[in-house]
């Protein structure tokens, strides 16, 4: 076949013939008593003796039928699969399916055959080659990559014989094993259900050119002899269903030439050993070869000059059977493109057992057992390679997936938002997860709850836990409200990273010379000396378009190495997520070490940072690290911004936030999922979970789901930060609102950019909180002045004040009149992309109470349960 390969492909390319006489072309012989070769005579295919002594490719006499010739069937298959691909494209236009063929033996025959089928019909082709002496274990490591790459629609193996083990074969994802080898496809076939599953190629090919060719496949009796494992119960299954007698039989057995004479047809699945005499078959016996197996990619053979093994049987059978191979990747890839569609979880929902008296809290979280995270996952659709698993019940996911589903409508968008609340919160959290537990466990709707990751400090401060409450919770709590998978630690290491690299930068612009500070910034490492990327973009940014570093003059070398960071306007603070009130002012550079470098900063909550606030905002890793360049951390002593890009930071600020940007999966008591991520106070920040994990969810839902998330506190900050701040940046905006207000806040109560950011700061203070206007303090007013000189005059405004009052005094309730909004400060926080006010004396580094929460909570040793958390 090889010889003939060429010739073959050419034919199969060249255009269909003009309608006509049917082609005479030769197709699957029938076997003759004697040697040498041969071709139909006049009597044809269908029952009629072969004529001895013609030529082999004589044509059909007068009055015969010709069957159709094998290349316009596989040009029918071809151009079929071709066509219904051309439809799934056209509501799909990134949408191409992909074959793999994993290869351990030295057979290439077939490579070239499947390589110009799949690009004639738009599919690509993915070789692996392994070496031929490959073990079992070698082969399944490859089929377990292409398993999980959600790249690839298909796949199908050319290995030897010997290799085709049930391991080997049962470790393929029955979806993508288009050659229907699995026990899980061969099972639905004789099951009945041919239509979910995939068939054999080989098996179809053979029944393909019997019944295109005018075979009556009923009553006949067939013989398949020399097949085995998949090759052998699919055709038994195939002929069964056509109301074939079939047998099955292996070439070495004593009842073999009885068996040969009584067939009517003879399928061999293998090569036929030399030992079986040609007379054992009857010539008016049809014969169809398929030891080219394209599984094995095993060339037959026999006795030179066998007939019923010449290359036109077996070519017809190789070639029909990669063709259709190529169909069953195109439905592969429709089945693909379906599951992709909106359609309704089948989410085992855990079940409730409700108790009277209510217990607390943790004992609810704890009595309930949640789902391996990995099932969860696998129930709401997401694929094995697009979560990363953290211990049982968390999970992070994959930003791939917003790729994979972006032509998939998103859900309806709901917002929790509250009155202004009391010192206790009121339950925002509680009905969000209610809300998600009631759609989905009860009433069989997609649902997605999205929550903000909460602070230690808080935990261990005055409020607690915010896991919600009662019989709507996520679980585990103590995970939920604990370190869960080290997002604000990885914040807390960027953020202190910063801070590190500012005061040491001061130190050594203030020790060195520009020539010392020079050789050190830019190192000579082997005799060559290069700026780093990040050193090319400074450059770009101050003029200065060179990248030897050798052709710098003295100037452009000074303004290279110096930043000139005016100490006093430095605004970037240290964090840590603990409520401590005596980091609220600290003096820092006092060992000697530092050479009487010293200055006074303070340590502000973990989730105050900017990085929590940029991270919460943005919509993929390259828009956060352009993010995290854009922080303004001071002024120069021109008054020009320093950011973190100028420092030389970004780069390592995103490799410790590259991890935190990916959302963290966790579940309700009801077994629902809940995205937890990223956690803005909103007294000091913006307030508002990610909007990736936002994004998501809203994909994951699909068109008739619903997102339901939350504001942090009361309509006053959380909700008009999420309208203001959270929705300007996601470009979503929400299709209804919850309002959360409880009798315990009514009772306490009783009763634009388009601007300048004072004009801003007024409208907020007066429009929204009821104030007869603002007081700015001289600093306030300086810092105003600095950042719209810089121009950043046009960023939305994150107002950081009390949460317990529209004013600014935690102690007036209800809706105050009348009175000054005092304004102590106002910082920016550029990367995240707003100014913040400082209201009043509000402190972005909270304080512990008289008696922490940290009084009841403790370790049992025994159990390594958790106590008092909540």
Same mark, same amino acid.
């Not at 068939?199 to 393909?208: D, F, K, L, M, T």
């Not at 009130?581 to 530092?594: M, Y």
């Not at 970004?650 to 309700?668: E, H, R, S």
């Not at 909570?857 to 390594?864: G, R």
């Given at each position: 076949m090889?010889?003939?390969l060429?010739?073959?492909?050419r034919?199969?390319?060249?255009p269909?013939?003009p309608a ?6 030769r ?8 040697g040498?070769?041969g ?16 030529q ?9 039928r010709?069957p ?7 040009r029918?298959v ?6 219904v ?35 004639e ?6 070789? %692996? ?7 079992e274990?070698e082969?399944i ?5 292409i398993n999980?790459?959600?790249r690839?629609h298909g ?9 085709f083990?049930n ?6 994802k ?5 050659d ?5 496809n061969?099972? #639905?076939l004789?099951r009945?259900?041919a ?6 190629p080989?098996?179809?090919a ?6 295109k060719?005018?075979?009556?496949l ?18 038994q ?13 292996p ?12 067939a009517?047809?003879?399928?061999l699945g293998?090569?036929k ?7 054992w ?9 398929c030891s080219h197996?394209?599984l094995s ?14 290359p036109i049987?077996?070519n017809d059978?190789?070639l029909?059977a990669?063709?259709?191979r190529?169909q ?24 409730l057992?409700?108790?009277?008296p209510v217990?607390s809290?943790?004992e ?15 129930e709401?659709?997401?694929?094995a ?5 953290y211990? #049982?019940?968390?999970?992070?996911v ?7 589903l972006?032509?998939q ?29 009631a759609?989905?466990?009860?009433l069989?709707?997609n649902s ?16 607690g836990g ?6 709507a919770?996520?679980?585990?709590m ?7 998978t080290?997002d604000?630690?990885?914040i807390t ?16 612009e203030n020790t060195?010379?520009?020539k010392s ?24 940014k101050l003029g200065i378009?060179k ?13 290279f190495?110096?930043l000139n %960071?005016d ?7 240290r964090?840590l ?16 070490t530092?050479?009487g ?5 303070q ?10 606030a ?30 973190a890009?100028?420092?030389g930071?970004t780069?390592?600020?995103t490799?410790?936030m590259k991890?935190?940007i ?7 008591l ?10 803005p106070?909103?007294?000091i920040a913006?307030g508002?979970?990610?909007v990736?994990?936002?994004k ?6 699909g068109?008739?789901?619903?997102v ?9 900050i959380?909700m008009e930060?999420?309208?203001n701040?959270?929705?300007r940046a ?6 209804v609102v919850v309002?959360v207000a409880?009798?315990r806040?009514?009772k306490?109560h009783g009763?634009g950019?388009s601007?300048?950011?004072v004009?801003k700061?007024r409208?907020?203070?007066q ?10 303090s ?8 600095l950042?719209t000189q810089?121009?950043f ?5 994150c ?16 809706v105050?009149?009348?009175f000054i ?7 920016a926080s550029i990367?995240?992309g ?5 209201v009043g ?6 304080g512990?109470?008289?008696?922490p929460?940290?009084y009841d909570?403790?370790?049992?040793t025994?159990?390594e349960?958790v106590?008092?958390l909540?």
């Amino acid at each position: 076949m090889s010889a003939r390969l060429p010739l073959l492909l050419r034919q199969l390319r060249r255009p269909p013939p003009p309608a006509g006489p049917p082609s005479r072309l030769r197709v699957p012989r029938r076997a003759s008593s004697g040697g040498g070769g041969g071709c139909g005579g006049g009597e044809g295919l269908l029952g009629q003796r072969r004529r001895r002594g013609t030529q082999a490719g004589c044509s059909h006499g007068p009055g015969s039928r010709a069957p159709p010739a094998w290349n316009l069937i596989v040009r029918e298959v071809i151009q079929n699969s071709k066509e219904v691909l051309r439809l799934l494209q056209e509501k799909n236009p990134a949408f191409k399916p992909v074959l793999a063929i994993i290869q351990a033996s030295d057979d290439n025959l077939m490579q070239e055959v499947n390589q110009n089928l799949a690009e004639e019909a738009g599919l690509n082709i993915t070789h %692996i080659c392994l070496p031929p002496e490959s073990g079992e274990d070698e082969i399944i490591d490859e089929i377990l990559k292409i398993n999980e790459d959600t790249r690839v629609h298909g796949l199908a193996l050319q290995i030897s014989e010997n290799s085709f083990s049930n391991k080997v074969l049962n470790a393929l994802k029955p979806e993508k094993d288009v050659d229907g080898v699995t026990d899980v496809n061969l099972g #639905k076939l004789v099951r009945g259900d041919a239509h979910e599953c995939f068939i054999s190629p080989v098996a179809r090919a053979v029944i393909e050119l019997l019944e295109k060719s005018g075979v009556s496949l009923d009553g006949k009796k067939i013989l398949v002899v020399g097949a085995h494992g998949s090759l052998e119960a699919t055709l038994q299954c195939l002929f069964q269903r056509k109301g074939s007698m079939t047998m099955s039989s292996p070439w070495k057995t004593p009842q073999l030439q009885s068996k040969l004479q009584e067939a009517d047809i003879v399928v061999l699945g293998s090569p036929k050993p030399e030992e079986v005499p040609l007379s054992w078959i009857q010539p008016e016996t049809i014969v169809l070869n398929c030891s080219h197996d394209l599984l094995s990619g095993k060339l037959g053979s026999g006795s030179p000059g066998v007939p019923f093994s010449g290359p036109i049987a077996e070519n017809d059978v190789s070639l029909l059977a990669a063709a259709l191979r190529i169909q069953n990747m195109v439905s592969s890839g429709r089945r693909w493109l379906r599951e992709q569609q909106y359609t309704r979880w089948r989410l085992h929902c855990l079940k409730l057992q409700p108790l009277s008296p209510v217990p607390s809290d943790i004992e609810i979280s704890r009595a309930q057992t949640p789902k391996a995270v990995d099932v969860l996952a696998k129930e709401i659709g997401l694929l094995a390679d697009e979560i990363e698993i953290y211990g #049982k019940s968390k999970a992070k996911v994959c930003l791939s997936l917003l790729e994979r589903l972006k032509d998939q409508a998103d859900g309806k968008y709901v917002l929790v938002a509250g009155i202004t609340p009391t010192p206790l919160g009121e339950g925002k959290s509680t009905v969000t997860i209610g809300l998600v537990q009631a759609l989905t466990a009860h009433l069989n709707i997609n649902s997605f709850a999205c929550l903000r990751q909460p602070s230690q400090g808080p935990t261990f401060g005055v409020k607690g836990g915010a896991a919600g409450g009662g019989y709507a919770q996520v679980i585990p709590m103590e995970e939920f409200n604990l370190h869960l998978t080290g997002d604000i630690h990885a914040i807390t290491a960027a953020n202190n990273l910063l801070a590190a690299a500012i005061d040491a930068r001061i130190f050594h612009e203030n020790t060195q010379t520009d020539k010392s500070l020079y050789n050190r910034l830019v190192p000579s490492v082997n005799g060559v000396r290069e700026f780093s990327n990040i050193q090319l973009a400074r450059l770009k940014k101050l003029g200065i378009n060179k990248t030897d570093p050798s052709a710098l003059t003295e100037e452009e070398m000074s303004r290279f190495v110096r930043l000139n %960071i005016d100490p006093p306007t430095i605004t970037w603070q240290r964090v840590l997520d603990t409520n401590d009130r005596f980091l609220r002012k600290i003096t820092i550079g006092q060992a000697s070490t530092e050479k009487g470098y010293s200055r006074q900063a303070q340590f502000d909550i973990a989730v105050a940072s900017e990085i929590m606030a940029v991270l919460a905002l943005t919509d993929s890793l390259k828009d956060m690290k352009e993010r995290l360049g854009r922080m303004v951390v001071a002024s120069d002593r021109n008054g020009q911004p320093i950011t973190a890009e100028d420092l030389g930071v970004t780069g390592a600020l995103t490799v410790l936030m590259k991890d935190a940007i990916k959302p963290n999966l966790m579940q309700t008591l009801e077994g629902t999922p809940v995205f937890v991520h990223a956690g803005p106070f909103a007294n000091i920040a913006h307030g508002n979970s990610s909007v990736l994990a936002d994004k998501i969810a809203l994909k994951l839902v699909g068109k008739e789901g619903f997102v339901v998330t939350e504001a942090g506190f009361g309509a006053d900050i959380g909700m008009e930060k999420f309208f203001n701040i959270k929705c300007r940046a996601s470009g979503l905006v929400p299709n209804v609102v919850v309002l959360v207000a409880t009798v315990r806040a009514l009772k306490m109560h009783g009763g634009g950019p388009s601007l300048p950011i004072v004009e801003k700061i007024r409208t907020i203070a007066q429009a929204v909180y009821g104030a007869r206007d603002i007081e700015l303090s001289p600093e306030a007013q300086s810092k105003i002045d600095l950042y719209t000189q810089q121009g950043f005059g046009n960023l939305p405004i994150c107002m950081a004040k009390t949460h317990l009052s529209l004013s600014h005094q935690p102690d007036k309730k209800g809706v105050p009149r009348d009175f000054i909004l005092p304004i102590s400060d106002v910082r920016a926080s550029i990367g995240a992309g707003f100014i913040y006010p400082l209201v009043g004396t509000m402190s972005t580094m909270p304080g512990l109470p008289t008696r922490p929460c940290f009084y009841d909570i403790d370790l049992d040793t025994e159990t390594e349960q958790v106590q008092g958390l909540f």
